[in-house]
């Protein structure tokens, strides 16, 4: 008991916690985008239900990690550039997420007005699936990042559910800061672009130091919100989406 609660366990337990949180902001962004399209009463429950799966993936990962490691064994190498599984998932899931936050922006600027995906109408199963599709790609970097940090198997299951218990805490804070401020809304999906094309270059072998990601990320934000500050008590303009919907619908 001593040898497991020792002071190199604790440390990697506080330092791979902290940082699996930060590597949860991408999903929590992710997470706030597509339950948006749920029904207002559903959106919670979307949030909390996607972390949750968000969290068993990858202790399921930590438990399996033999096969996780093999997923970066060369499967084929075309034109003399080998592809991994690894490279192969990181590749589909940022061709996905650059896919679909370009889809948001232009549904949430020159979609129709009462278009079949506004207004709530979106089915609960429809967003867990691809919930779930995401969170295979953020759990790979996560697994991947606690195999590298930590040597003993608790240490990483217990900061990932430190983690996903710390992005619970804030999913619906966050999720509704980003539904009242639409060019908060805007830039949350421009972040997923950024990420999604980090992923595929990741996916084509190339390496992205997420330091440069995450302060372009955090710099954007920073200037935005010194935008919020000076428009205080000054309408924001209408997207496109769920509440423009039900305006429409009471005039």
Same mark, same amino acid.
């Given at each position: 008991?001593?040898?497991?609660?020792?002071?190199?366990? $604790? =440390?990697?337990? @506080? %330092?791979?916690?902290?940082? !699996?949180?930060?590597? /949860?902001?991408? *999903?929590?962004?992710? &997470?706030?985008?597509?339950?948006?399209?749920?029904?207002?009463?559903?959106?919670?429950?979307?949030?909390?239900?996607?972390?949750?799966?968000?969290?068993?993936?990858?202790?399921?990962?930590?438990?399996?990690?033999?096969?996780?490691?093999?997923?970066?064994?060369?499967?084929?190498?075309?034109?003399?550039?080998?592809?991994?599984?690894?490279?192969?998932?990181?590749?589909?899931?940022?061709?996905? $997420? =650059?896919?679909? @936050? %370009?889809?948001?922006?232009? !549904?949430?600027?020159? /979609?129709?007005? *009462?278009?079949?995906? &506004?207004?709530?109408?979106?089915?609960?199963?429809?967003?867990?699936?691809?919930?779930?599709?995401?969170?295979?790609?953020?759990?790979?970097?996560?697994?991947?990042?606690?195999?590298?940090?930590?040597?003993?198997?608790?240490?990483?299951?217990?900061?990932?559910?430190?983690?996903?218990?710390?992005?619970?805490?804030?999913?619906?804070?966050?999720?509704?800061?980003?539904?009242?401020?639409?060019?908060?809304?805007?830039? @949350?999906?421009?972040?997923?672009?950024?990420?999604?094309?980090?992923?595929?270059?990741?996916?084509?072998?190339?390496?992205?130091?997420?330091?440069?990601?995450?302060?372009?990320?955090?710099?954007?934000?920073?200037?935005?919100?010194?935008?919020?500050?000076?428009?205080?008590?000054?309408?924001?303009?209408?997207?496109?989406?769920?509440?423009?919907?039900?305006?429409?619908?009471?005039?």
């Amino acid at each position: 008991m001593p040898e497991i609660f020792s002071a190199d366990n $604790l =440390i990697a337990l @506080a %330092t791979l916690s902290l940082l !699996e949180i930060v590597l /949860g902001i991408d *999903n929590i962004v992710f &997470l706030s985008i597509l339950s948006a399209k749920l029904p207002p009463e559903q959106r919670a429950k979307g949030r909390r239900v996607g972390l949750a799966l968000a969290m068993l993936m990858r202790i399921g990962l930590l438990l399996s990690l033999s096969w996780v490691m093999r997923l970066v064994d060369p499967l084929f190498a075309p034109f003399g550039h080998s592809f991994s599984g690894k490279d192969l998932i990181l590749l589909g899931g940022g061709l996905f $997420l =650059i896919g679909k @936050a %370009t889809f948001e922006i232009h !549904e949430r600027l020159e /979609g129709p007005e *009462n278009g079949p995906n &506004l207004g709530g109408s979106a089915t609960f199963g429809s967003i867990i699936l691809q919930i779930m599709l995401l969170d295979i790609v953020f759990s790979l970097d996560s697994v991947i990042t606690a195999v590298g940090m930590a040597s003993e198997i608790w240490v990483m299951i217990a900061a990932v559910v430190i983690a996903v218990a710390a992005m619970m805490l804030f999913a619906n804070a966050v999720s509704e800061f980003v539904e009242r401020h639409p060019t908060i809304k805007v830039l @949350a999906l421009s972040f997923l672009i950024l990420i999604g094309v980090m992923l595929v270059v990741e996916g084509m072998g190339g390496h992205v130091n997420k330091g440069y990601i995450y302060f372009a990320m955090a710099f954007s934000l920073g200037v935005e919100l010194l935008n919020l500050r000076m428009r205080r008590g000054k309408k924001p303009v209408q997207l496109r989406g769920p509440e423009l919907q039900r305006e429409d619908r009471r005039e």
